[in-house]
Nanobody
Framework: QVQLVESGGGSVQAGGSLRLSCADSGRTLSTYAMGWFRQAPGKEREFVAATSWNGGRSSYADSVKGRFTISRDNAKNTLYLQMNSLRPEDTAVYYC?????????????????WGQGTQVTVSS
């Protein structure tokens, strides 16, 4: 059973940075493609970024391109999301997700495993 735990959320002013982490202490994540999604209050969950199982391929939502970077360290069983130039509209609960196999997806329905989420709040 994959058990993902996110960390690194918090409150920051606009223009600031945060780095989110997602780990599973119980198993290797190197055989899973992984993604980050977010959900703001009153809105549907949306895609943020995704990466293949070896980190060789990544994709981003247009709203975060050039500001966010997804990466992974399979030796540490950890997925990261570096978020720079944060904006108030980035405020949301951020979730990491995992899908078996090499290929990432932009669609939340493709991911069977989810973390509990971490809150990111950006003030203006």
């Amino acid at each position: 059973q994959v058990q993902l735990v996110e960390s690194g959320g918090g409150s920051v002013q606009a223009g600031g940075s945060l780095r989110l982490s997602c780990a599973d202490s119980g198993r290797t994540l190197s055989t899973y493609a992984m993604g980050w999604f977010r959900q703001a209050p009153g809105k549907e969950r949306e895609f943020v970024a995704a990466t293949s199982w070896n980190g060789g391929r990544s994709s981003y939502a247009d709203s975060v391109k050039g500001r966010f970077t997804i990466s992974r360290d399979n030796a540490k069983n950890t997925l990261y999301l570096q978020m720079n130039s944060l904006r108030p509209e980035d405020t949301a609960v951020y979730y990491c997700a995992a899908v078996p196999g090499p290929s990432p997806s932009d669609h939340d329905r493709d991911y069977p495993y989810w973390g509990q989420g971490t809150q990111v709040t950006v003030s203006s």
